[in-house]
């Protein structure tokens, strides 16, 4: 047999196998890769595409006092694009915002509006549209009197992303502050949140209804609190006296709440009117009416102080 021969067909066949390892290996290796690539595709298929569009944060700033505002605001806050801001936010607030971050005033006060309702409301569309996170900020909790109701409407109508981070209501801060209670065991096992203002200038409430829950003896009454009633307070009275509240029931208007302004005058349903006038409040001011307001105590607020922004009882 020749020698040689049989050594070049091993050679062939080594060169054979190796060749087809290489290619088997080859095709091996394109099956994993397209196969993989098939996976990846279904499972982007089953996951969101990033949005194009911003996303938006509804925050309290709380009654008033920096200070209260929450742990989770402050964050949010920091890393927003855009912050659009009522009136009622304390400036100390403002100040938090980073300087990089572009802050829009659309606030609203009784009589100076800054801008309309729909307006605000178009402006965080477009805002956000443009790929921009807004913090939309304001005074007291967003979902009391606040109309983020109307704006979760339209950010939900353009398909914008948003969440709603509540703050410490005026009615809240205003008790705390001014030492009085708005439920208790032996007068108020509820209370009623009421807005001075409402859709139409010509609308009421159904004071009939108000009146029934506050007129509850001993532990079965109920407190009302009013917000945004400082010019109408003495509609408000002859209201409520009108459909049946006794004349001697306690009232306290608390004039900015939880700040260094804060101020508190107490009196009944028939003489509160004419001593807030007297006191030339400014506002904003909560109207609390009921029994609890007999059960005030004398809060000391220097507690509460931080370095000249403490607030006076």
Known sequence: MNTNKLAGEHGVITMVQKVSNLIFRNIDTLYNTAKFKVFDKKAMGNRAPRPEKGYVHLIGAGPGDAELLTLKAYRLIQTADVVMYDWLVNPDIIEMIPAKVERIFVGKKCGHHSMKQADICELMVEVAQTGKNIVRLKGGDPAIFARAGEECDILAKHQIDFAIVPGITAASGASAYAGIPLT???????????????????????????????????????????????????????????????????????????????????????????????????????????????????VDLSLLANEGHGVTS
């Open 184 to 298: 208790h065991r032996e007068c108020a096992q509820s209370v009623r949140f009421i807005t001075a203002h409402l859709k139409s200038t010509k609308a009421e409430p159904n004071w009939c209804a108000i009146v029934e829950g506050a007129k509850g003896t001993n532990e079965n009454g109920e407190t009302l609190v009013f917000y945004m009633g400082l010019k109408r307070i003495d509609t408000i009275m002859q209201r409520l006296a009108q459909n049946g509240l006794r004349p001697d029931m306690p009232v306290a208007v608390i004039d900015q709440a939880s700040t260094s302004q804060q101020r508190v005058c107490v009196g009944t349903l028939v003489d509160i009117a004419t001593k807030v006038q007297a006191e030339k409040f400014q506002g904003p001011a909560v109207t609390i009416v009921g029994e609890v307001v007999n059960k005030r105590h004398r």
